[in-house]
C-alpha cells in the first residue's frame, strides 16, 4: 500500500457514498452512515438521477445484515459429509496454508487446468467481482471462465443486426408513444426504471406488455400479449409481416440506414398470420393489431428482458428483435428504438489490469454453464473448485448432475461467501467475505450511463475478508511476488480511471469522492448511428448479416423451434406437455436474499402458478404440494392455481435456497444446461415439464419415475 490519504479510510464516524453491489440494473448510489466503525443506516443518493434518493427493499436492511448472526464470520473446515453443512472453525493461517499445499500438489501432478475458478455476479464491483479473481487465477494458469448464463446469447444476436451491445437510453423515454415491455417484469427487476414509464405514461403513452406470464403492472397495460415461451421470434417476424405488407414501415431511414430490406421482405413473407399464430398461440388477428399499433405510435420504445433470450433460440430472438426498430425508423429519436440490459453496455475493457501477461499458459475459457460437465471430465480431472461470488448449487441447471459432481470426495472445494450456502455446504473449506460495506470498489451500470464509487465504510468484521485481500493471501502463499498483488482497492480503482477509454474521460477520484458517481461517456445506439459510426460490418443496421453466415448462422431474422417444444420433440411435449418458466420474484435477487423470505412471515414462497384449466386436468388445487418433473429431475412446489400463466405454461418465482423448499429441491433440478443458439448462453426456459398433484408419502423419487 502507498502513502494512503486519510480521507480514503473508512470514516469511523461520519458518511461516505456507496453503491449497491448486486447484479440488478438499477446500480444505486447510496449514502452509508457509520457510528464508531459501526454502519447504522443506509439511504439512496438523492442527487443520482436515476437512483434519485429511494431503494429498493432487497437492499435497504443491508446493515442489520452486516451484523446478522448467521452470517460467517470465521473460516470452517468440513467435519461433515459433502453437503451436509457441519464444519469446525479454523485460522485463516491454517486455511490458506491448506489450500496453498492441496494446490500446489495437485499442479504438480496434474498441471493448473485440474483447478476450475467459478464466479456469478455477487458484486458487481470491478475489482471484487472481476479483477482480483482474473489476476490470480492468469497466474496460476487455471481456465478462465466465460460468464455466459445472464445475457450472452441475447447481446450476441443484437449485436449482429446492431453492431454493438448499446440500444436506446432507457432513461429517456419521457417522450415515446408507445413502451413495449417485452419479456420483462421491470416492476420487479428495475424499480427505477418505474419513474420513467411512470412520466411516458403521463405523457400519453401506451403501454404494452408481451409475456407468458401476467407480471407486476400487466393490468394496467394497454395491449397484452402472450406468446408460447420461446416462440418471441416468430412474434416479430409476423409482426414485420404485417408492416411490410401494409406498406407501413419507415421506406427514407431504411433506404439510409439499414442494410437487406429486401431480403428481409422475403424472409418475412414466410410467416404469414396464420403460421405465426400456430407458433405463438395467439390470435391472428391480435398479432395483426398489434402489428399495426407498433407501426402507428411513433417513436416506440421496446424494453427486452432477458427472459425470452434464455432459450435453445435466445440469440436469434434478440437478433430479430433488434430488426423491428428499424423498420419503423424509432431510432431517429432519442431514448426511442430498444434497450436490452447487458453488462457490456459500460464498454470500458479492463482486461490490461487482470494479468493475462502472468499466465504460463496460454489463455482458455470454460463455459460456466458446462461446469457439472467439467467436473465429472476425466482426462484432465478437475480436482479443486474455487467458488466466490455465486451459489452455483442453487442458480446452476440441471442440479442432480451438479450435485453429483459436487459431492465428489477427491474434489477439494472451497467456497469464498458472506452465507453457508447451498453451495457452502459442499464445500471443503469455507472463507468469510466481506460485504460491500467492507470494502471499496468501483461499479457500474448495465442500464443507466454512471461509474460509481463504492468507498468503504466500515473495517471488516473480524475475520471477514474481501476477494481482493484472500486472493493477495493466496498470491503470497503460493509465492507469486508479482507486483500487482501488492495493491489495494484505491490503486486498482486509480489505474481502471487510468484506462484510455472515452467512456472514462473526465472521471476523476476527486469527484467521485465529491459525488460518489459520475456520468460515463456512453454512446446509444442513435447516437452512433446518426454519427454513422455504427460498429457493424457495413456501418448500417443489418436485417441481412455477412457476418452471421461467416459465423455459421442463417444471416436473416428467422425462427427455429425451442430444443424442447412440441415442434422438435414431439415425443418429450407427450409426456411433459408443460412449460417450466423459472422468472425473477420480487423479493430476492438471484438467490440473493431467498434465505431471509422465511424471516420475514413468508411473504413469498416457492409456488407453482398453473393455468386453471392445466390444473382441473391433474386434479390439482391451490394449496396442494405437487411435483414438477422431467427426465432429468424433479422438485416440489405449493400450487398456485389462477391465469396469471397462459395454459401449457406453468411458472416459479425466485430462487430460494433448498431448505425452503418442502423436499429440499429447487426448479433447477428439471432445468436443461444445453446452451442457446449464439454464443453459448444459458437455455433453461426450453424446459418441458409434467407435474402432479403429491401428498408427503407420495412424494419419493419412485412414483416420479412410475408417472414418467
Ligand atoms: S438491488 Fe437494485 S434497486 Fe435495490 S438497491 Fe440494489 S441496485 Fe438499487
Not at 421482405?265 to 398461440?281: H, P, R
Not at 498483488?485 to 476527486?510: C, K, R, V, Y
Not at 446509444?524 to 454519427?531: F, R, V
Given at each position: 500500500?502507498?502513502?494512503?490519504?486519510?480521507?480514503?479510510?473508512?470514516?469511523?464516524?461520519?458518511?461516505?457514498?456507496?453503491?449497491?453491489?448486486?447484479?440488478?440494473?438499477?446500480?444505486?448510489?447510496?449514502?452509508?452512515?457509520?457510528?464508531?466503525?459501526?454502519?447504522?443506516?443506509?439511504?439512496?443518493?438523492?442527487?443520482?438521477?436515476?437512483?434519485?434518493g429511494f431503494i429498493c427493499r432487497k437492499f435497504s436492511g443491508?446493515?442489520?445484515?452486516?451484523?446478522?448472526?448467521?452470517?460467517?464470520?470465521?473460516?470452517?473446515?468440513?467435519?461433515?459429509?459433502?453437503?451436509?453443512?457441519?464444519?469446525?472453525?479454523?485460522?485463516?493461517?491454517?486455511?490458506?496454508?491448506?489450500?496453498?499445499?492441496?494446490?500446489?500438489?495437485?499442479?504438480?501432478?496434474?498441471?493448473?487446468?485440474?483447478?476450475?475458478?467459478?464466479?456469478?455476479?455477487?458484486?458487481?464491483?470491478?475489482?471484487?467481482?472481476?479483477?482480483?479473481?482474473?489476476?490470480?487465477?492468469?497466474?496460476?494458469?487455471?481456465?478462465?471462465?466465460d460468464r455466459t448464463i445472464c445475457t450472452k446469447s441475447g447481446?450476441?444476436?443484437?449485436?449482429?443486426?446492431?453492431?454493438?451491445?448499446?440500444?436506446?437510453?432507457?432513461?429517456?423515454?419521457?417522450?415515446?408513444?408507445?413502451?413495449?415491455?417485452?419479456?420483462?417484469?421491470?416492476?420487479?427487476?428495475?424499480?427505477?426504471?418505474?419513474?420513467?414509464?411512470?412520466?411516458a405514461r403521463q405523457n400519453g403513452a401506451a403501454l404494452a406488455?408481451?409475456?407468458?406470464?401476467?407480471?407486476?403492472?400487466?393490468?394496467?397495460?394497454?395491449?397484452?400479449?402472450?406468446?408460447?415461451?420461446?416462440?418471441?421470434?416468430?412474434?416479430?417476424?409476423?409482426?414485420?409481416?404485417?408492416?411490410?405488407?401494409?406498406?407501413?414501415?419507415?421506406?427514407?431511414?431504411?433506404?439510409?440506414?439499414?442494410?437487406?430490406?429486401?431480403?428481409?421482405?422475403?424472409?418475412?413473407?414466410?410467416?404469414?398470420?396464420?403460421?405465426?399464430?400456430?407458433?405463438?398461440?395467439?390470435?391472428?388477428?391480435?398479432?395483426?393489431?398489434?402489428?399495426?399499433?407498433?407501426?402507428?405510435?411513433?417513436?416506440?420504445?421496446?424494453?427486452?428482458?432477458?427472459?425470452?433470450?434464455?432459450?435453445?433460440?435466445?440469440?436469434?430472438?434478440?437478433?430479430?428483435?433488434?430488426?423491428?426498430?428499424?423498420?419503423?425508423?424509432?431510432?431517429?429519436?432519442?431514448?426511442?428504438?430498444?434497450?436490452?440490459?447487458?453488462?457490456?453496455?459500460?464498454?470500458?475493457?479492463?482486461?490490461?489490469?487482470?494479468?493475462?501477461?502472468?499466465?504460463?499458459?496460454?489463455?482458455?475459457?470454460?463455459?460456466?454453464?458446462?461446469?457439472?460437465?467439467?467436473?465429472?471430465?476425466?482426462?484432465?480431472?478437475?480436482?479443486?473448485?474455487?467458488?466466490?461470488?455465486?451459489?452455483?448449487?442453487?442458480?446452476?441447471?440441471?442440479?442432480?448432475?451438479?450435485?453429483?459432481?459436487?459431492?465428489?470426495?477427491?474434489?477439494?472445494?472451497?467456497?469464498?461467501?458472506?452465507?453457508?450456502?447451498?453451495?457452502?455446504?459442499?464445500?471443503?473449506?469455507?472463507?468469510?467475505?466481506?460485504?460491500?460495506?467492507?470494502?471499496?470498489?468501483?461499479?457500474?451500470?448495465?442500464?443507466?450511463?454512471?461509474?460509481?464509487?463504492?468507498?468503504?465504510?466500515?473495517?471488516?468484521?473480524?475475520?471477514?475478508?474481501?476477494?481482493?485481500?484472500?486472493?493477495?493471501?493466496?498470491?503470497?502463499?503460493?509465492?507469486?511476488?508479482?507486483?500487482?498483488?501488492?495493491?489495494?482497492?484505491?490503486?486498482?480503482?486509480?489505474?481502471?480511471?487510468?484506462?484510455?477509454?472515452?467512456?472514462?474521460?473526465?472521471?476523476?477520484?476527486?469527484?467521485?469522492?465529491?459525488?460518489?458517481?459520475?456520468?460515463?461517456?456512453?454512446?446509444?445506439?442513435?447516437?452512433?448511428?446518426?454519427?454513422?459510426?455504427?460498429?457493424?460490418?457495413?456501418?448500417?443496421?443489418?436485417?441481412?448479416?455477412?457476418?452471421?453466415?461467416?459465423?455459421?448462422?442463417?444471416?436473416?431474422?428467422?425462427?427455429?423451434?425451442?430444443?424442447?417444444?412440441?415442434?422438435?420433440?414431439?415425443?418429450?411435449?407427450?409426456?411433459?406437455?408443460?412449460?417450466?418458466?423459472?422468472?425473477?420474484?420480487?423479493?430476492?435477487?438471484?438467490?440473493?436474499?431467498?434465505?431471509?423470505?422465511?424471516?420475514?412471515?413468508?411473504?413469498?414462497?416457492?409456488?407453482?402458478?398453473?393455468?386453471?384449466?392445466?390444473?382441473?386436468?391433474?386434479?390439482?388445487?391451490?394449496?396442494?404440494?405437487?411435483?414438477?418433473?422431467?427426465?432429468?429431475?424433479?422438485?416440489?412446489?405449493?400450487?398456485?392455481?389462477?391465469?396469471?400463466?397462459?395454459?401449457?405454461?406453468?411458472?416459479?418465482?425466485?430462487?430460494?435456497?433448498?431448505?425452503?423448499?418442502?423436499?429440499?429441491?429447487?426448479?433447477?433440478?428439471?432445468?436443461?444446461?444445453?446452451?442457446?443458439?449464439?454464443?453459448?448462453?444459458?437455455?433453461?426456459?426450453?424446459?418441458?415439464?409434467?407435474?402432479?398433484?403429491?401428498?408427503?408419502?407420495?412424494?419419493?423419487?419412485?412414483?416420479?419415475?412410475?408417472?414418467?
Amino acid at each position: 500500500m502507498s502513502d494512503r490519504d486519510h480521507h480514503l479510510l473508512p470514516p469511523d464516524t461520519g458518511r461516505v457514498y456507496s453503491a449497491c453491489p448486486h447484479d440488478c440494473p438499477d446500480a444505486c448510489s447510496i449514502i452509508s452512515y457509520v457510528q464508531r466503525n459501526r454502519l447504522t443506516r443506509i439511504q439512496g443518493n438523492p442527487d443520482h438521477p436515476v437512483t434519485q434518493g429511494f431503494i429498493c427493499r432487497k437492499f435497504s436492511g443491508a446493515p442489520e445484515r452486516v451484523y446478522a448472526s448467521d452470517r460467517l464470520h470465521y473460516p470452517l473446515l468440513r467435519t461433515g459429509k459433502k453437503g451436509e453443512g457441519v464444519f469446525r472453525r479454523i485460522s485463516w493461517q491454517s486455511a490458506i496454508a491448506t489450500i496453498a499445499e492441496r494446490w500446489r500438489a495437485l499442479i504438480s501432478h496434474y498441471g493448473p487446468y485440474c483447478i476450475l475458478p467459478f464466479y456469478g455476479s455477487g458484486t458487481e464491483g470491478l475489482i471484487n467481482g472481476k479483477i482480483a479473481g482474473k489476476r490470480f487465477f492468469n497466474r496460476l494458469g487455471t481456465l478462465q471462465l466465460d460468464r455466459t448464463i445472464c445475457t450472452k446469447s441475447g447481446r450476441e444476436g443484437y449485436r449482429y443486426t446492431m453492431g454493438t451491445s448499446s440500444g436506446a437510453d432507457p432513461a429517456a423515454i419521457a417522450r415515446n408513444k408507445l413502451i413495449i415491455a417485452w419479456g420483462c417484469n421491470t416492476a420487479s427487476t428495475n424499480i427505477h426504471h418505474q419513474t420513467f414509464l411512470k412520466q411516458a405514461r403521463q405523457n400519453g403513452a401506451a403501454l404494452a406488455v408481451i409475456n407468458p406470464v401476467k407480471v407486476r403492472g400487466s393490468e394496467a397495460a394497454d395491449y397484452l400479449l402472450s406468446p408460447r415461451p420461446g416462440t418471441d421470434g416468430a412474434l416479430a417476424l409476423g409482426m414485420m409481416h404485417v408492416i411490410i405488407a401494409e406498406g407501413l414501415y419507415d421506406q427514407e431511414f431504411i433506404d439510409r440506414y439499414t442494410l437487406g430490406f429486401d431480403a428481409l421482405k422475403q424472409t418475412v413473407n414466410q410467416y404469414s398470420l396464420d403460421k405465426v399464430a400456430a407458433i405463438t398461440d395467439i390470435p391472428a388477428t391480435a398479432i395483426r393489431d398489434f402489428a399495426l399499433v407498433y407501426a402507428r405510435l411513433r417513436p416506440s420504445f421496446i424494453y427486452v428482458g432477458p427472459g425470452c433470450q434464455r432459450h435453445s433460440n435466445g440469440g436469434m430472438t434478440l437478433r430479430t428483435l433488434a430488426c423491428l426498430p428499424a423498420l419503423v425508423g424509432a431510432w431517429q429519436h432519442k431514448g426511442s428504438g430498444l434497450y436490452f440490459p447487458t453488462s457490456t453496455i459500460f464498454p470500458v475493457d479492463t482486461s490490461a489490469l487482470e494479468g493475462e501477461e502472468l499466465r504460463p499458459n496460454a489463455p482458455e475459457k470454460y463455459n460456466m454453464i458446462e461446469l457439472a460437465d467439467r467436473l465429472a471430465q476425466k482426462d484432465p480431472p478437475v480436482q479443486s473448485l474455487y467458488v466466490f461470488n455465486g451459489n452455483p448449487a442453487t442458480v446452476l441447471y440441471n442440479q442432480n448432475k451438479l450435485r453429483a459432481a459436487l459431492r465428489r470426495e477427491d474434489l477439494f472445494t472451497i467456497v469464498h461467501d458472506q452465507y453457508l450456502t447451498d453451495t457452502a455446504r459442499y464445500a471443503d473449506l469455507v472463507l468469510p467475505a466481506t460485504t460491500q460495506f467492507e470494502q471499496s470498489d468501483l461499479i457500474f451500470s448495465y442500464y443507466h450511463f454512471s461509474v460509481l464509487l463504492n468507498h468503504q465504510a466500515i473495517e471488516p468484521v473480524p475475520e471477514c475478508r474481501s476477494n481482493l485481500d484472500t486472493f493477495r493471501l493466496l498470491a503470497d502463499a503460493m509465492g507469486f511476488t508479482d507486483a500487482c498483488f501488492q495493491e489495494d482497492s484505491w490503486d486498482i480503482i486509480n489505474s481502471i480511471l487510468a484506462l484510455d477509454h472515452p467512456a472514462l474521460s473526465g472521471i476523476t477520484m476527486d469527484k467521485l469522492l465529491a459525488n460518489g458517481w459520475q456520468r460515463a461517456n456512453i454512446e446509444t445506439a442513435d447516437e452512433l448511428l446518426s454519427q454513422g459510426r455504427l460498429p457493424t460490418p457495413s456501418g448500417r443496421i443489418e436485417f441481412y448479416s455477412e457476418l452471421m453466415k461467416a459465423h455459421g448462422h442463417y444471416p436473416l431474422p428467422w425462427y427455429v423451434p425451442p430444443r424442447e417444444s412440441r415442434e422438435r420433440t414431439p415425443e418429450l411435449y407427450r409426456q411433459f406437455p408443460l412449460h417450466f418458466l423459472t422468472s425473477s420474484t420480487h423479493s430476492s435477487l438471484n438467490s440473493n436474499y431467498a434465505q431471509f423470505n422465511d424471516l420475514h412471515g413468508g411473504r413469498d414462497s416457492p409456488t407453482l402458478i398453473m393455468h386453471p384449466q392445466d390444473a382441473a386436468a391433474r386434479q390439482i388445487k391451490s394449496g396442494d404440494f405437487v411435483a414438477v418433473f422431467n427426465q432429468r429431475g424433479r422438485c416440489r412446489l405449493v400450487a398456485r392455481v389462477d391465469d396469471s400463466v397462459k395454459p401449457g405454461v406453468v411458472a416459479s418465482q425466485g430462487l430460494w435456497w433448498d431448505r425452503q423448499y418442502p423436499d429440499g429441491t429447487n426448479p433447477n433440478h428439471t432445468t436443461p444446461d444445453f446452451t442457446g443458439d449464439i454464443g453459448g448462453g444459458s437455455a433453461f426456459n426450453s424446459n418441458l415439464v409434467e407435474v402432479m398433484a403429491v401428498t408427503d408419502s407420495q412424494m419419493t423419487t419412485t412414483d416420479i419415475r412410475y408417472a414418467c
